[in-house]
C-alpha cells in the first residue's frame, strides 16, 4: 500500500494524490497548477502514472485546483468513477465546462502570438469535449454515509466547511491482511464563516493527508461583527473617494460570502445603496447552485433567506448578462465590482483592473488569499506599476485587504480542528502550502501534539504498511515528472519585472550613450 504526491506538495495547487494497493489505484483529487506562469506549466506535463490504470477518483470539493485537471485524466484513458458530495457534482457542471473554454481561449491567442513569432502551435490541456466526459463520470454521495467504490476501500465524506459540498474524506483500506485508515481533510474552512456549517471533526485515523495554506501564520482574530465592520470601513472610505470599488472574487464561495455580507450591511443601514454588480457568468450559475442546498446554510444565512425571499436577492444587486454589460462598466461611477478570478490571473478581472487600477478615486479590495506570482499577489505587496494584457499599468487605486473572508483556517484554526483528534498511529503528511508554511506546519505538529509530521515534496511516495514508518519517502527528493516545478522561483514574473524596470530606465534617463551602454550590456549576457 503507497501513496504519493503529485500536486499541492512544495506549493499551494494542483492537489492530487495516487494510492495503490494489490487490487486498486484511485486518486483524491485532481487539481490544476495555478499561480505563476512557471507553476501553470505542470498542468501541460504528462500525468506521473498512467490515467487508464486509475480505478476511481474521490473529490473533496470543487475548487479548480483540487479538480481542474480530471478532464485531462479523462483524455488520457481514465473511465472510472468520481465520487463527490451533490453540491459539489453540480458545482462542476458549471466549474469544468467554464475551465476548459478558459483553455481554448488562451490557447487559441498564444498560438496567434505564436504564428506571429514563426512558434509551432500548442495544444488545450483539453477542451470542452473532455470537460463533458469527465462530467458524465460524476456520482454523488451523502456526507455521512460510507461506501465501497471496489471491495477493500469503504469511504465516508464529511464537512470540510470550506465551501458548499466541501468535505473531508476518512478511507479504509484493506492490503496484504492488514488494515489502514487515511483521513483526506481537502480544504478546511474556519468556524463561523458566512453561510455554511462549521466543519466536522474526526478523533483517529492512522494516516492524515491535511492542509497547510495558513500553516505557518495567524490571521488577525475575526468573528463576524469585526469582519462586517471592516468590509463597512472600506465601503465608506471609498465611497468618499468617489471612485468605484474593484474585488477580486472567486465565483465559487467567496462572491457568494460577500454578497451575504453586504446584504446584511444594506439591512443594517451601515453602508449605503451602492450598486454591487457581479461580473462574472460563472459566479452567476453558482449563485444558483448556493440557492438550491439551503440545507447546508448556517444560521445566519438561513435567516436572511427568509427574510428576503431568497439568499441573495436584494434590489442593489444585479448581475450582468453580456459581454458588452461588463464592457459598459467602465462609463459606471460609485459601483461595486465583484469579478473573478480571485487571483487576478484571468478572467474579467483584469479588463477592469486595466481600465481602473490607476486612478486614485478608485477602490481595489482583495479577500482572499494571493498565491505566489499571481497579479493579486503583486499588487498586494505592494507594485506600482504592473503588467496586464502587455501594458503598462501604473497602481494608483487604494489597494486594500481583508482577511476574514479567507475560506482557510489559519495555524489556530487548523490546531483547533485537530483538538479532538486522539491519535494519529503512524504518519501526518502535510501538504497544500507553499514550502515554508507546510514545513513550518509540521514541525508544530510533530512538536506540539506529538505527530510523525512531514511535508512531502511533489512526486514522492510513500509505504503505508510498515509497522513503524520512516519520515523518509521510499523515493528521494526530485520530481518523478521531468521538468515539474513548484513555487522556488518564477522566470516569467522576473521577465516581467525586467521590462518595467527598463521601461522604467528609458524613461528616467535621456542619455543615449549612458541607454545604449547598458542595454549592450544586457545583450551581451543573454
Not at 501513496?3 to 499551494?12: L, M
Not at 477518483?57 to 485537471?69: F, P
Request: hydrophobic share 40%.
Amino acid at each position: 500500500m503507497k501513496i504519493s504526491f503529485h500536486g499541492a506538495a512544495g506549493c499551494v495547487t494542483g492537489s492530487n494524490y495516487l494510492i495503490e494497493t494489490d487490487n486498486m489505484r484511485f486518486v483524491v483529487d485532481c487539481g490544476m497548477f495555478q499561480g505563476s506562469k512557471t507553476l501553470k506549466e505542470n498542468n501541460y506535463r504528462k500525468f506521473a502514472y498512467d490515467p487508464a490504470t486509475v480505478d476511481f477518483a474521490l473529490i473533496t470539493h470543487a475548487h479548480i485546483d483540487h479538480t481542474g485537471l480530471l478532464p485531462k485524466l479523462v483524455k488520457h484513458g481514465f473511465k472510472g468513477a468520481i465520487y463527490a458530495t451533490e453540491p459539489t457534482v453540480d458545482l462542476l457542471k458549471c466549474l469544468l465546462p467554464d475551465s476548459a473554454h478558459i483553455q481554448e481561449i488562451e490557447v487559441m491567442q498564444k498560438n496567434k502570438r505564436a504564428e506571429r513569432k514563426g512558434l509551432e502551435p500548442v495544444d488545450p490541456i483539453y477542451d470542452t469535449q473532455d470537460a463533458e466526459n469527465a462530467i458524465a463520470l460524476l456520482k454523488s454521495v451523502e456526507r455521512h454515509k460510507t461506501f465501497e467504490p471496489k471491495a477493500g476501500c469503504r469511504v465516508t465524506f464529511f464537512n470540510a466547511g470550506h465551501v458548499l459540498g466541501s468535505s473531508f474524506i476518512e478511507i479504509e483500506l484493506k492490503d496484504k491482511g492488514q488494515t489502514r485508515k487515511i483521513v483526506f481533510s481537502g480544504d478546511l474552512g474556519e468556524d463561523n464563516k458566512p453561510i455554511l456549517n462549521d466543519p466536522d471533526r474526526f478523533t483517529e485515523t492512522d494516516f492524515l493527508v491535511v492542509e497547510s495554506t495558513y500553516g505557518n501564520r495567524n490571521r488577525a482574530p475575526h468573528n463576524k461583527e469585526q469582519r462586517l465592520g471592516e468590509l463597512a470601513e472600506v465601503f465608506n472610505r471609498a465611497e468618499k473617494r468617489g471612485g468605484k470599488i474593484i474585488i477580486p472574487a472567486f465565483a465559487l464561495e467567496r462572491t457568494q460570502d460577500l454578497l451575504h455580507d453586504i446584504m446584511i450591511l444594506k439591512e443594517q443601514k451601515k453602508i449605503s445603496g451602492i450598486k454591487v454588480v457581479v461580473d462574472s457568468p460563472l459566479a452567476t450559475e453558482i449563485t444558483k447552485v448556493f440557492i438550491k442546498y439551503p440545507e447546508c446554510y448556517d444560521q445566519d444565512a438561513t435567516e436572511i433567506a427568509k427574510k428576503m425571499g431568497g439568499l441573495f436577492d436584494h434590489s442593489d444587486i444585479r448581475f450582468t448578462k453580456s459581454v458588452d454589460e461588463s464592457k459598459a462598466l467602465n462609463d459606471e461611477k460609485k459601483i461595486v465590482i465583484l469579478s473573478a478570478s480571485g487571483m487576478c490571473d484571468a478572467g474579467r478581472i483584469k479588463h477592469h483592473l486595466k481600465h481602473n487600477l490607476w486612478n486614485p478615486a478608485n477602490t481595489v479590495l482583495f479577500v482572499g488569499y494571493q498565491a505566489e506570482g499571481t497579479l493579486g499577489r503583486l499588487l498586494t505587496e505592494g507594485a506600482k506599476t504592473v503588467r496586464i494584457h502587455g501594458e503598462e499599468i501604473n497602481v494608483g487605486a487604494q489597494i486594500e485587504q481583508i482577511t476574514g473572508y479567507s475560506g482557510h483556517a489559519d495555524q489556530n484554526g487548523l490546531l483547533n480542528w485537530l483538538s479532538l483528534v486522539k491519535e494519529v498511529r503512524q504518519q501526518v503528511f502535510v501538504v497544500h502550502g507553499e514550502p515554508e508554511s507546510a514545513d513550518a506546519f509540521a514541525v508544530l505538529l510533530n512538536e506540539k501534539l506529538g505527530f510523525r509530521a512531514v511535508a512531502p515534496r511533489m512526486d514522492e511516495v510513500f509505504e503505508l504498511l510498515a509497522d513503524l514508518p520512516v519520515l523518509a519517502p521510499i523515493k528521494p527528493r526530485q520530481p518523478a515528472v521531468a521538468g515539474a516545478v513548484t513555487t522556488a522561483g518564477d522566470s516569467h514574473n522576473q521577465y516581467a519585472e525586467l521590462m518595467l524596470k527598463l521601461a522604467e530606465f528609458m524613461r528616467s534617463n535621456k542619455d543615449e550613450k549612458v541607454r545604449s551602454e547598458k542595454l549592450s550590456k544586457l545583450l551581451a549576457e543573454v
